[in-house]
Nanobody, 124 residues
Framework: QVQLVESGGGLVQAGGSLRLSCAASGRTFSNYAMGWFRQAPGKEREFVAGISWSGGSTYYEDSVKGRFTISRDNAKNTVYLQMNSLKPEDTGVYYC?????????????????WGQGTQVTVSS
């Protein structure tokens, strides 16, 4: 079955950087779009970034554009989220996700498998 394991979360000061990683297994990684979502305390889970199966298209939530970068390494079955210029409002649990169907474009809908999440805390 599909398994997603996130790592790289932690505590960082505002303005700092973190890189999240998500290792995938259970199917052919390179055929599926990947994404990152986050959930802040008391709020619903929201889309942060997505990347198409080929890596040729990326999507970002408006508040992270220019600060976050999603990328993938198909040889390592891993997707990354580089987060720079972090703000306290970026605090939350970050979840890796993958599309239910192959050859997706990485936009915010269509994700059907989720990791367990990794906590990111940005202090002011």
């Amino acid at each position: 079955q599909v398994q997603l394991v996130e790592s790289g979360g932690g505590l960082v000061q505002a303005g700092g950087s973190l890189r999240l990683s998500c290792a995938a297994s259970g199917r052919t990684f390179s055929n599926y779009a990947m994404g990152w979502f986050r959930q802040a305390p008391g709020k619903e889970r929201e889309f942060v970034a997505g990347i198409s199966w080929s890596g040729g298209s990326t999507y970002y939530e408006d508040s992270v554009k220019g600060r976050f970068t999603i990328s993938r390494d198909n040889a390592k079955n891993t997707v990354y989220l580089q987060m720079n210029s972090l703000k306290p409002e970026d605090t939350g649990v970050y979840y890796c996700a993958t599309d239910r169907l192959p050859y997706g474009n990485g936009a915010k809908y269509g994700y059907g498998y989720w990791g367990q999440g990794t906590q990111v805390t940005v202090s002011s």
